[in-house]
């Protein structure tokens, strides 16, 4: 079944504590980004990338990582959570080439908790 | 900057009649809309996209419409039932192969009573 996977699904940590939220898809999709979104503000870009060693910033970048070292995994990092990134995570996926129309799929999202 | 605008922001009607959602956006210059749906707690799933060169996408009860000129968009809903209560999101993306991802409007929260 072609799907984008994220997990953890939920996680609470605490302030300062590095957490990865991985995600992966089986499409075999080129392009990929991370959202989130927040009540009242709705879902913001916040990194993506159009290929494998290719990642660029989004709207709102600021505290996150990201890397893409396979085509497949497009993992977020938080180096040094803090409570204002607590926010429901996505990840999503789309096919860029061969005349595809750019359609995203979206995974379940992560809900993250910082304390 | 892009903006989208969803209204209304809640809509709650009986089940059985026929609505719209509307979508605006305040740059013409897109290269597709995608409207999505939302459960509670879950993740999007895309309902109809539409290339900035179509005027309208079906998919069963669903219909997407697209007036680029005038920066809108409706989705119909036909003979709408309890198990389409969600939250609809509708989303421009500016170029295929551009740097910017989607942008995003709120959300109209639909509620269809039994």
């Known amino acids: 079944e072609a799907q984008v996977t994220q997990n953890p699904r939920y996680l609470i940590t605490v302030t300062g504590k590095k957490l990865t939220v991985t995600c992966s898809q089986n499409?075999?999709?080129?392009?990929m980004s991370w959202y989130r979104q927040d009540p009242g503000l709705g879902l913001r870009q916040i990194y993506y990338s159009m290929n494998v060693e290719v990642t660029d910033k989004g709207d709102v970048p600021e505290g996150y990582k990201v890397s893409r070292k396979e085509k497949r995994n497009f993992p977020l990092i938080l180096e040094s959570p803090s409570p204002n990134q607590t926010s429901l995570y996505f990840c999503a996926s789309s096919l860029m080439t061969g005349g595809a129309s750019g359609e995203l799929f979206f995974g379940e999202g992560s809900r993250l908790t910082v304390l | 900057k892009q903006e989208v605008t969803q209204i209304p922001a809640a809509l709650s009607v009986p089940e059985g009649e026929n609505l719209v959602l509307n979508c605006s956006f305040t740059?013409?210059?897109?290269?597709?809309l995608q409207w999505f749906r939302q459960d509670p707690g879950k993740g999007l799933t895309s309902l109809l996209l539409i290339q900035s060169s179509q005027r309208e996408q079906t998919s069963g009860r669903l219909n997407a419409s697209l007036d680029k000129s005038s920066g809108r968009s409706t989705l119909y809903i036909a003979a709408s039932q309890p198990g389409d209560s969600a939250t609809y999101l509708c989303?421009?993306?500016?170029?295929?192969?551009?740097?910017?991802?989607?942008?995003f409007g709120k959300g109209t929260h639909l509620i269809i009573q039994p």
């Open positions: 989303a421009v993306k500016k170029s295929h192969w551009g740097a910017d991802g989607l942008t």
């Open positions: 499409m075999n999709h080129e392009y």
């Open positions: 740059d013409s210059a897109i290269y597709n």
